[in-house]
């Protein structure tokens, strides 16, 4: 197949493995024994065998039919068309977390997919990409994956294959038919396939009794609920924040917990440049800190508990205050909204947020996060259509499956009815209901009675161990699939390398159990891609669904359903009343972890060694509190606090937080798992989850044990010695530029003159650099420290893990970090964030010093570093004042298991021990673009080199390109008022320039 | 061992113009041989030495296990990170290279400048550098992270085509030890030939005989080799002469050219040279206090060298406590924010007990040698030199870890937790030290012997005004002494 140009970048797209065996359209498959032959090959974790294996596959391509001797690696017999082998291809995909997309597109090199990356081409995220998606990469190549169906007894646990599995499912599931199903629960996780609908929906008819629950951990259905009260039907609520003045987040992690999050922080940071003197501004009540927070010009610490006032105490400023009129079915509300405004709530002032919200004329957004209640939503609904958002800034879509009971329900539902026995056999396609359902259902013990119970999952984990069935999955670039975007948009999920371990897909699975013929992914998907499409050549529409990696115009149809206002007093007298709910003990808030979502990520070294941004912490979780609650309890950060709360306990450090809201404990989800798979990373807060209140309850109690446990920070926190504390505010300044809008009005250089630089003269000859002059740029004012170029950086340079003792000891290997910074009063504290990576200085301070000449400067000026010269002395990383060098203090790398070395991306060295390495501004990606263009004779285009960092960014803060080309982004961005290099008194010259933060603060708060 | 008591005659008591003796005791040449010579020729060591040898030797088996670790297993096995790549390694080596500026200073520099008093303790105190440069020399070696190509740090020509970066301290750091260490052996070793020779002479073994005949290089003793031998050491003098400063502010080069707050610092050269001497001194003491007790020197390492040494002491270490304050001073007075920050926190910060450990030993310590009791009483002294040598050695962590812990952007801020490794490391190179330091005690003459035995009053002390303790072979004589002479010497 030809590749199809788009956008400068090679693409090629096929649609089967099978595909790839047969030579023209229509003839007839590979005979099985062959395929079972290559298949067999690749259950075996080696890459020699891989390759073998891929050797006979592609040259079957050209010489099906003959005799094959698969113990010799032979070179193509006739090249494959369009196909170059060493020269990347990029595939468009999709990749699906807790129901919701992300386009993808991924770099295959020789056949093994080595890099995740957004879809340039898809609307929702143009590109960029988050840490889930980047990492599950890793995922693909982890050997802990599971490699064979297993069936357990309750002695012991056997070996099967497919075969074995679809025998047994025959005649359970010809029984179970002739009951209509009766017995049979199915438990998914949360899903947008249309495919999975479609099979869902085939499988409701036939076994009519059957019944299919869905269950998320980390779930949104408080939203879908809130939608239907005021509305009738759930809705789902999106925003437009690229056309929004005001946002305001009650609980809300817009920018980068949200399955639309990727959209959101890309429209957020379009509208802060202050290109116009004019910039969005966005408030947020919240109870732990979140990056949204980080990103807020206004934040207010807030128990979640009152949030849900919070919101009340909005209405009545707006309707007390700004004379904003509500609808006559309102209702009079005014006694109760008087006294919300009289209700101390923690001292929260929210008449600035109201009069901007009135001021902004309909373009203010009210979002409320998925953890709050579903009044909460509820009454955002209706202050957003009172204010005139909906239909500018706020629009709805009808929830997909809006019969289905929420996540909670469901899965109280289920275990209730295995405790029963009234389930006979119960199919888990994919999550993990015994490790991360709520501790009050007792989700394992229920399911211990379930006669025949199948999961389909990639690890054999938790649910695994207990049920009669373990099936290994497919990874999602193994397997065909589909999936939406938050907006619907349906996107092709295809698959770029053979199972490796033999898995299959959800859909496949259930093709298997609910159809005579099962048949394989693709041809399911096909299936429903044929008959949703209205384009007559579906072969085409096809073609092209695969190459941009989308269906266009399948995104959901905006809808405007009219608000039941009547509702209003009756929410507004619930969510006072929580108000008044006891304060006497703790409150106890859950939530996503940074690194593992709901604990499917436990396994994942590359997120659990990503810092969390605020908290700085990696490999576990704690306790989070805040400072005086820390002071009460008498704990600091690493010291154990025992937790009670409806009769469970939980050891677990603390951690003290500046601005995590005072009495109430934040902890996250999905550590400490117990499957040897993902072990050992933290502390299983589920064991604490009550199913009456999943998110946030009063009731806990917090003791110190006086016992101490050391975590891993990549970053001193906060609460260092006074000396340090006041060393580094003093210096903040300078190194994290930043002013309010009105000072950039007033004086648009302003970050330049907060420092005074002397006169920044060489005492020698200057290197003279000729042709091109790379260059960064990064503004502060976009970032908002979602860590999405940590990973990106990570999959794309082979950057080591390290392991939680040696990031412990502060040898974390990540080229790029973000560097975390708090201003303001430990109450009500601002966090800064900047990423840092080499910033390749004309003046390297770290040339100078090595003895061995490793490090050296290109023409082009970037600093590079030579590994195989490096003897390991370290006085590089030593004299660097950004301190961005990382060494290998061990082998790293040492005997990995050789399907991990398929991840590696081949372009870049795998460093070994003692050896200093450092970011190149991802000069394998420089060399590929010169010598395309080379070769192509043209000059580099501006914006054709992205580093990994750049390319990711959901916010587009950091920009790459060729100073010495004053047309080029970077090349402007350098003369734009707001940019500085940090630490540029040092006369080090760096070529990475910051572009300073820019805030809009509210009026009371300008002074600060 | 005839173990001497230690001489209660008192040699630091002397009117002004007058010079004390430096040899005590009715010894004479014979006497001088005897004693020396014969620590060296006893057949059995004391049971003393033996339990000394044993704990070194056992601590350099340690030494020996925890490199072989490091090399098994890489620089992790240390407690370093981003951002204090530079730890107990390079503490230890800069502290092992300052103990062993004293021995030159005493046998070139005083040499040089005619004190006399030296020869008691100059070839103590050089065997000490040559042991202290070895330990320090192995540190750099064994903290690169890929030990096995080393060798690329010599400029060598290679087929790679690649010179060392002559711009990196670490290259000058290599040629100045590397310069010190061989300057330093060959000094040792020819003002030791006389003495082997006389070791040689009065062998009974035939091993010993071998060995002190290879060692001794056919030394007669004969005018001419009397005369040659005379020159090269002088010269050797002026050579090592300029080592003791430059050694050691090359060494404070590889941290004032970074750029590094707490590192970027003009002081740094003479303030280490101090800073060595100072240490060297310290372990000087520490040294000869036990050695003249236990091998009965007291005779020769009398009173009078021990008060000495311990105002080199004093002048040393009050140079070292003016460093610290200029340094404050400057940081202050720089008006520059991470400069003011890296002095206040090594005083207040997270090292501070390092850093007042550092001020307390190496600046208040010293300062009980301003009473002549404290200066002459060996147990005091040696109380005080090993606090010194303890300072010293904290002097060096301060530098090198308090100001990488925290620099200029505080997310990078760390702290450095020595591990087991980086423990025994230390202890190990101590027990090389000793280990070798016992060594030598044991098979090769403690004392100059020929030297001293130029400034009893046998070798002629009468002769000449200037002269104090007599004619100093080497010396060259004054010109109104070649008058007085008639001009009728020939000056060779």
Not at chain 1, 523 to 543: I, K, Y
Not at chain 1, 835 to 863: F, I, K, M
Request: aromatic share 10%; charged share 20%; with cysteine.
């Amino acid at each position: 197949m030809p590749p199809i140009e788009a956008d400068g970048r090679a693409k090629d797209y096929w649609r089967s493995i099978e595909e790839l065996y047969d030579l023209a359209p229509g003839s007839s498959r590979l005979p099985e024994h062959v395929l079972r032959t290559v298949w067999d090959t690749l259950s075996e974790t080696s890459r020699r065998q891989f390759l073998k294996a891929l050797g006979a596959s592609i040259a079957l391509a050209g010489l099906a039919g003959c005799r094959w001797p698969k113990e010799e690696i032979l070179p193509f017999a006739r090249r494959p068309e369009g196909r170059t082998p060493g020269v990347l291809v990029h595939y468009a995909t999709a990749f699906e977390l807790a129901g919701a997309a992300t386009p993808l597109l991924v770099t295959s090199y020789d056949g093994r997919p080595i890099k995740v990356e957004g879809n340039p081409l898809h609307p929702f995220n143009l590109g960029a990409c988050d840490r889930f998606a980047q990492a599950s990469l890793l995922e693909l190549y982890d050997p802990d994956r599971s490699t064979t169906p297993v069936e357990r007894t309750p002695a012991q646990r056997v070996t099967r294959t497919w075969e074995d599995f679809a025998g047994s499912c025959r005649e359970r599931f010809s029984a179970l038919a002739a009951r209509r199903g009766r017995g049979l629960v199915i438990l998914a996780e949360a899903s947008s396939s249309p495919t999975l609908a479609r099979l869902k929906a085939g499988l409701r008819r036939k076994l009519p009794e059957a019944r299919w629950f869905e269950y998320e951990p980390l779930s949104r259905d408080n939203e879908r609920e809130g939608t239907a009260a005021v509305f009738g039907v759930p809705y789902r609520t999106h925003f437009a924040l690229d056309r929004a003045k005001i946002i305001a987040a009650f609980d809300a992690d817009l920018l980068l917990a949200h399955p639309a999050a990727l959209s959101y922080a890309r429209q957020f940071a379009a509208q802060r440049t202050a290109a116009r003197g004019e910039m969005n501004r966005l408030y947020a009540v919240e109870c732990a800190y979140t990056v949204t927070g980080a990103a807020a010009d206004w934040r207010f610490p807030l128990a979640a508990g009152l949030i849900g006032s919070a919101l009340v105490r909005l209405l009545a400023e707006l309707v007390v205050n700004f004379d904003l009129a509500l609808p006559p079915q309102a209702g009079n509300l005014g006694a109760r909204l008087t006294s919300a405004l009289g209700s101390p709530l923690d001292g929260l002032q929210l008449r600035a947020l109201a009069g901007d919200l009135r001021r902004a004329g309909g373009r203010g957004v009210i979002a409320v996060g998925p953890s709050q209640p579903p009044l909460a939503h509820a009454l955002a609904c209706l202050l957003n259509e009172a204010l005139g958002n909906v239909g500018q800034t706020v629009f709805y879509t009808p929830e997909p499956d809006p019969e289905r009971p929420t996540h909670m329900v469901a899965i109280a539902e289920v275990a209730e009815a295995m405790r029963r026995g009234e389930v006979d056999t119960l199919v888990v396609l994919g999550g993990n209901p015994a490790y991360d359902s709520p501790a009050d259902l007792e989700f394992a013990d229920a399911l211990r009675k379930v006669p025949v119970s199948v999961h389909l999952s990639l690890y054999e984990d938790e649910t695994s161990r207990l049920c009669t069935w373990h099936l290994p999955r497919a990874h999602y670039l193994e397997a065909w699939g589909d999936a939406r975007t938050y907006d619907g948009t349906i996107s092709i999920v295809q698959p770029l390398i053979e199972p490796l371990f033999g898995g299959k897909s959800a859909i496949e699975v259930l093709s298997m159990i609910s159809e005579e013929n099962p048949r394989s992914g693709y041809e399911l998907v096909r299936e429903t891609f044929d008959g949703s499409v209205q384009d007559p050549d579906r072969e085409r529409a096809w073609r092209v669904a695969l190459h941009d990696g989308l269906v266009e115009k399948s995104a959901f149809a905006p809808a405007y359903p009219a608000p039941r206002w009547e509702m209003t007093g009756e929410i507004v007298g619930k969510l006072l009343a929580q108000n008044a709910s006891e304060r006497e003990t703790l409150e106890i808030v859950f939530g996503e972890s940074h690194a593992s979502f709901d604990g499917r990520f436990a396994t994942n070294a590359w997120l659990q060694e990503l810092p969390d941004p605020l908290t700085k912490l990696a490999w576990e979780n704690a306790a989070i509190v805040g400072p005086q609650t820390a002071r009460s309890l008498g704990v600091e950060t690493g010291g154990v606090l025992r937790l009670s709360y409806r009769g469970r306990e939980l050891e677990i450090p603390a951690y003290v937080m500046p601005g995590q809201a005072e009495d109430s404990v934040f902890l996250a989800l999905g550590h400490g798992r117990r499957s040897p798979a993902g072990r050992g990373s933290g502390f299983d807060t589920y064991a604490l989850r009550h199913s009456a209140a999943p998110h946030f309850d009063r009731g806990l109690k917090a003791i110190f044990t006086g016992r101490r446990h050391r975590l891993a920070c990549t970053q001193e926190h906060h609460l260092i010695d006074a000396l340090g504390q006041r060393g580094e505010a003093q210096r903040l300044g300078r190194l994290v530029r930043e002013g309010t809008v009105e000072e950039y009005r007033r004086d648009p250089e302003f970050a330049r003159h907060r420092v005074h630089e002397p006169p920044l003269r060489s005492l020698w000859q200057e290197q003279e650099f000729s042709g091109h002059r790379w260059g960064m740029a990064i503004d502060l004012t976009a970032c908002i420290g979602c860590n999405a170029c940590v990973i990106a950086c990570q999959a794309e340079n082979n950057i080591p893990v390290v392991g939680k003792e040696n990031v412990a000891l502060g040898r974390e290997m990540h080229w790029i970090r973000i560097d975390r910074y708090f201003s303001g009063s430990v109450e009500r504290p601002r966090v800064l964030f900047q990423p840092v990576a080499c910033h390749q200085c004309e003046h390297a301070p770290c040339e100078e010093v090595c003895p061995v000449a490793a490090t050296q400067h290109s023409q082009e000026g970037l600093n590079e570093m030579v590994y195989n010269r490096c003897i390991g002395t370290r006085y590089c990383s030593n004299n660097c004042p950004y301190k961005v060098r990382r060494f290998n203090y061990f082998n790293y790398h040492t005997h990995p298991p050789e399907i991990e070395k398929m991840l590696h991306n081949p372009e870049v060295t795998v460093r070994s021990r003692g050896v200093m390495e450092k970011c190149t501004y991802c000069v394998q990606r420089i060399s590929a673009v010169k010598v395309r263009a080379g070769n192509e004779r043209r000059p580099i285009r501006d914006g054709e080199i992205t580093p990994a960092c750049a390319q990711t960014c959901p916010t587009q803060a950091i920009v790459f390109g060729d100073l010495a080309d004053p047309q080029s982004r970077v090349a402007k961005l350098r003369q734009s008022p707001r940019a500085y290099a940090m630490l540029a008194e040092l006369n080090v010259r760096p070529r990475t320039h910051y572009l300073a933060k820019l805030r809009n603060p509210i009026e009371e708060e300008k002074s600060a | 061992m005839s173990a001497v008591p230690a001489v209660a005659v008192d040699n630091t008591d002397v009117a002004p113009g007058e010079r004390p003796p430096l040899v005590l005791g009715a010894h004479d040449f014979a006497s001088v041989t005897d004693l020396i010579c014969g620590i060296a020729e006893r057949p059995r060591p004391t049971r003393a030495w033996y339990v000394c040898f044993a704990l070194s030797a056992g601590l350099t088996g340690v030494l020996v296990a925890m490199v072989g670790y490091l090399f098994w297993v890489g620089v992790g096995v240390w407690g370093l990170n981003n951002p204090v790549s530079w730890g107990f390694a390079i503490v230890n080596f800069v502290f092992w290279v300052g103990i062993g500026h004293a021995g030159t200073l005493i046998s070139a520099i005083l040499f040089l400048f005619r004190q006399k008093w030296r020869t008691s303790i100059n070839r103590f105190a050089e065997a000490m550098t040559i042991f202290a440069v070895i330990c320090a020399g192995m540190f750099p070696a064994i903290h690169v992270g890929r030990p096995w190509v080393e060798y690329w740090l010599f400029p060598i020509p290679n087929q790679m085509g690649m010179w060392p970066n002559f711009r990196s301290p670490l290259v000058w750091d290599m040629f100045a030890v590397g310069t010190y260490m061989l300057v330093s052996l060959m000094f040792w070793y020819t003002g030791m030939i006389p003495d082997l020779a006389t070791l040689r002479d009065r062998a009974r073994t035939r091993a010993r005989q071998i060995a002190y005949g290879l060692l001794s290089l056919g030394w007669r003793g004969s005018n001419r080799h009397w005369h040659r031998y005379e020159r090269a050491y002088l010269l050797l003098a002026a050579l090592a002469t300029p080592l003791v400063v430059s050694v050691h502010s090359v060494v404070s080069f590889d941290f004032a050219v970074a750029q590094l707050p707490g590192w970027h610092t003009t002081i740094f050269p003479p303030y280490f040279v101090a800073g060595a001497i100072f240490s060297g001194f310290a372990m000087v003491v520490t040294l000869i206090v036990p050695a003249r007790r236990f091998f009965g020197l007291a005779d020769f390492v009398t009173p009078y060298h021990l008060d000495n040494m311990n105002k080199i002491i004093l002048a040393t270490g009050s140079i070292v406590g003016y460093s610290y304050l200029i340094e404050l001073f400057i940081a202050w007075y720089s008006a520059n924010l991470y400069e003011q920050f890296a002095f206040l926190n090594r005083a207040l910060g997270p090292y501070a007990w390092a850093y007042w450990i550092m001020v307390t030993c190496n600046v208040a310590v010293p300062q009980i040698f301003w009473l002549k009791r404290c200066r002459t009483t060996p147990w005091i002294m040696l109380i005080a030199a090993i606090l010194i040598n303890v300072g010293m050695w904290f002097e060096r962590f301060v530098i090198v870890v308090t100001s990488l812990s925290r620099d200029f952007l505080p997310s990078s801020w760390g702290i450095y937790v020595p591990t087991w490794v980086d423990l025994l490391t230390l202890a190990g190179s101590f027990g090389l030290f000793f280990t070798l330091f016992l060594l030598f005690c044991r098979y090769l003459p403690m004392v100059a012997m020929a030297e001293i035995k130029s400034v009893m009053p046998q070798s002629g002390i009468y002769l000449g005004p200037h002269r104090g303790h007599g004619q100093y072979w080497g010396e060259i004589p004054h010109q109104h002494e070649l008058q007085a002479a008639g001009g009728a010497e020939e000056n060779g």
